[in-house]
């Protein structure tokens, strides 16, 4: 396992993320305990150290599956992530409230790294307002020793976070960005990194294969890359373009099954960037990916618990974009004739409660209601 310096600490290069979680039959909140705890266990024995959760993974249900398997490790031989969950503005006065309950889920008495969940356009007013005291109290966790290291997660716009640090960069330790090769041009993630840089302040990634998306390409851009690396996984090019930043401490990963598991275990054994040629051919192939119409959905889920049709709108968007990427086809309509009536593009409300928590800032309704007119045609 590589590991990166971050102060006194050796972290692993690799870090374990608790947001996709393997499931039982109930689906997403049903997390696989069993499963999890094996996976967690090989990590552990394989040199990851860093375990990375939240109030809202798995319906709240990630925090307590996690805690529960942790606990029967000695607490120096892991460090654990968890979050202020403020992608839901209703959670904005419950700092207090919420920090004791994430605790006691987690069955910890501290949190070496803890972060302002999700900064984004939807909740920078409410994270900079003092009347909710939540950078207060998160910081006086710190002076306490129950947060050891204070840091945020952003997947809003430059111009958000460049608010952010303007109000709280000197006091943050890290920052959690969505950064992998399709986004370090389309979400302007290079810029971002360059103004974390600017701070001093080092970077964790989340989705560095961007749902999955990354972990299976088109033949032709598998077939490129094949060229330049024949030995090389596809999903492992998203890894070794991250290696390539030396602003990058951890990658988290969130590995649904043992298989995905040994696999970037085994990427991480060995530290190998990409050359300029390398990294020249990615990006360029990057851009070729992103001009086919679709949408940068990451299935976070945050906009399924707000639907008031209860539609599962990160599949909806799954099925967009294959509409999208193949200029219509059967696969789309064959999967959505299996959904009654109530789940389908056409039932959504246009009520916008998705968009309002969406972290890539998705115009969920107006592309429903895209998917509807094309499905029509």
């Known amino acids: 396992m590589i590991y990166r310096d971050f102060q006194n600490k050796k972290l692993s290069a690799l870090g374990f993320g608790c947001m996709r979680l393997p499931c039982g039959p109930g689906g997403d909140p049903d997390v696989d305990e069993k499963a999890t705890a094996d996976m967690v266990a090989y990590a552990l024995q394989n040199g990851i150290n860093y375990f990375d959760t939240a109030w809202g993974y798995h319906a709240g249900n990630s925090e307590t599956v996690v805690g529960r398997i942790l606990s029967g490790y000695d607490r120096g031989s892991f460090y654990l992530a968890d979050k202020f969950p403020g992608y839901d503005l209703s959670n904005m006065p419950k700092v207090q409230e919420i920090f004791e309950k994430q605790l006691k889920k987690c069955r910890v008495d501290w949190f070496d790294f803890y972060l302002f969940h999700n900064v984004c ?118 890894f070794r373009f991250l290696q390539t930043l030396p602003e990058v401490r951890v990658t988290l990963s969130g590995m649904s099954n043992m298989e995905q598991l040994v696999a970037n275990i085994k990427t991480y054994e060995t530290e190998e960037p990409l050359s300029d040629g390398e990294m020249t051919a990615l990006l360029d192939m990057a851009a070729g990916m992103m001009k086919k119409g679709t949408v940068p959905c990451t299935a976070c889920r945050y906009c399924t618990t707000h639907c008031p049709m209860e539609l599962d709108i990160p599949y909806l968007l799954s099925l967009y974009n294959e509409h999208a990427l193949t200029g219509g086809g059967f696969i789309a309509p064959m999967a959505l004739m299996a959904l009654p009536a109530d789940k389908l593009p056409s039932a959504c409300l246009g009520c916008g409660a998705c968009a309002a928590v969406c972290p890539q800032q998705i115009q969920i309704p107006d592309v429903l209601a895209d998917f509807s007119a094309r499905l029509a045609e």
């Open 121 to 238: 356009e939807m909740n920078i007013d409410a994270y900079l307002d003092p009347k909710f005291g939540i950078f207060d109290y998160l910081s006086q966790q710190k002076q306490n020793g129950r947060i050891r290291h204070l840091g945020f997660s952003c997947h809003g716009h430059y111009e958000t976070l460049k608010r952010f640090l303007e109000a709280y960069g000197e006091h943050m330790e890290f920052c959690q960005l969505q950064l992998n090769y399709l986004d370090w041009n389309f979400q302007d993630a290079k810029a971002k990194v360059d103004l974390l840089k600017e701070y001093g302040i080092p970077v964790w990634v989340m989705e560095p294969l961007r749902g999955g998306k990354l972990a299976a390409l088109s033949p032709e851009n598998e077939a490129l890359l094949k060229s330049l690396r024949p030995d090389e996984t596809v999903p492992a090019w998203a």
